[in-house]
């Protein structure tokens, strides 16, 4: 076995590191053995053995929350695209509404800091005075037509979304929003933290409103009005865990009921200027829109002002000054989630433009960094592990026919999307100004909600994507029964045309895996083939589904991340599901692939099942600052990075037999305590 050292620069820090990459004799990239960190014994702490090596050496920069090799490809991205807006942004004299014009100058104004900077917040001015001329709740409505039309999503969400009855058709779907805090618990828990996060969230808002003029007793007051009006919206959402399960966002209306539900809010008025037609829709939580019906009829005016003040400051502070970019940090970056410092203002721009325009960027980006070759090795991988889920299925011993055969169809109407969409968005006509960049900021948002408002009321287009390609991230569509892979996170380490099978199954196969079993999950299994929220279970399957779950709920409540916080089992469960059948049908997989073939290469040591297991291991390490773990553990599905990897293979025989654990090691779950989902 060859094997070259390579030393590479990291963009962001300027520093060069070492990395031990290795190599086989057919040039094919393997496992990255300099992670490891060898003191550890495999068996007792495989996430410390398999990155922490690199974790040691590589601690989180200061203006990340969390930082692995997968985070460190995400930012690589970044850097990539960079090297694609300078040189555009550089000429001025692109054919107007041209993908060069568009993304070259939204690049170019927010770069301009200077002329940023001297607008302060004159470009919210004409916004605040119609705020504060406001006269009655009909003007507050109008405000919130206007809002929703910027994508301001205050005090609640109107989109497009799937009619869960018939998921070929895009109907209306109005969900809960409108708070700025992450969660209910914020606002309402009596525990220290919480309390602790109000009293720094009524300094933020205080401050916010000193930005745009108001004394301190004025902006206390304000700052006052604000949190009871967003404490008495939190009353009435529902909570993180409530909310992944469909069937409690499902109420669907028709168009005179939603007129009903809400009395005093002009639904005419909403549906005229959105464009809208009446028709049936979706409300997923009819208590907090009574709730926020409610208070507009009630609550008093000036209240009212506060609240719509002060969220679209938080909405427009990164396309402001600096002072309100950093005032928004403070409290959202710098508090919430432990970040010591923002990332570079390039990085801002290319991070809101991917927002923006995320097609028109993703275009070019694709362009560059994601070959032909490396879709035609996904949708290889993609259909061995749709043939290892097939066979997984067939082979349950707890599932009667019945479902099982439910199962198989759903299962066969899979649709994966790899890369970027066929069909590009057109932006042509939006209008991006060098000059002036909250203008092209409003501009972009108006042309996405409209984009979206116009797929209702029409069957669905299953070619529209719901990440950019640049996106370091995947994603599974219940309604739409689709498993969605951007080019972005079809980057190494955790995915490589030049690497060894070991390691794309053990990296991108785990996560195809994971999202192939999202549709089997505790929420994703609700849907059936077609992508209706209707039962396709026998009842005693279901039963014994519900108890192979209560399993991994009881595994992942027992994973302490500091005295007196550990995850909640139910809020994770979809994502622990994921992990756990998503490291099975890989493994199975990957397995699969190597029949037929010259045995795999021993790379450093490590036989093939260790590679895959260790590949999985180093691109999930992953260093998170205490407070983003804190914020994470309460608000994110996702467990931890560290369970991710301990959680799901702890459970499974293949990761023991693969490092010839024993039976009473940390790493092996005890046989009355082992779950296996799928
Ligand atoms: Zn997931």
Known sequence: MSRSRAFLCRAWSGACFFLLLTFTAQGQTGIIASDIKRSVNPCADFYEYANGAWRDANPIP????????????GELAKDQIKTIVEPLAAKTDWPQGSVDQLTGDYYGACMNEARINQLGYQPIQPWLADIDGMKNSADVFAMIVRFHKYGIQAPFNLAAGSDTRDPNQVIVDIAASGLDMPDRDYYLNPEARFKEAREKYRVHVAASFRLIGYSQPEAERAADQVFAMESKLAEAS?????????HNTDHKLAFADLQKLTPHFDWAVYYGSANLKPATLNVQEPKFLQEVDRRLASAPLEDWKSYLKFHLVESAANSLSQPFVEETFNFHGRYLGGQAEMKPRWKRCIEAEDNDLGEALGQKYVEKYFPPEAKARMLEMVKNLRLAMQDTIEGLEWMGPDTKKKALEKLATFNP????????????SVKIERDFYWSDVLES???????????????????????????????YNPPLNEIVFPAGILQPPGFDVKAVDAVNYGGIGVVIGHEISHGFDDEGSQYDAQGRLQNWWTAEDRKRFDVRTQCVVDQFDHYFIEPGIHHNGKLVLGESIGDLAGAKIAFLAFQKSLQGKPPAPVIDGFTPEQQFFLAWGQWRGDEIRPEAQRLMVQTDPHPIAKYRVIGP???????????SCKATDAMVRPAAKRCQVW
């Not at 999307?417 to 042509?428: A, H, Q, V």
């Not at 116009?454 to 996106?471: E, H, K, L």
């Open 238 to 246: 529902l909570d993180n865990v409530a909310l992944r399960d469909p």
């Open 417 to 428: 999307k790899i890369g970027y969409p066929d069909k590009w968005k057109d932006y042509s």
């Open 445 to 475: 948002r108006k042309f996405n909600v409209a984009d979206d408002l116009a797929t209702i009321g029409r069957p669905v287009d299953r070619g529209r994507w719901g990440m950019t390609p640049s996106t370091s991230d995947a994603y």
């Open 62 to 73: 200061p203006s990340m929350q969390r930082w692995s090799r997968r985070w460190a490809s």
């Open 649 to 659: 293979l702890s459970n499974l025989p293949e990761f023991q037999r693969a490092f």
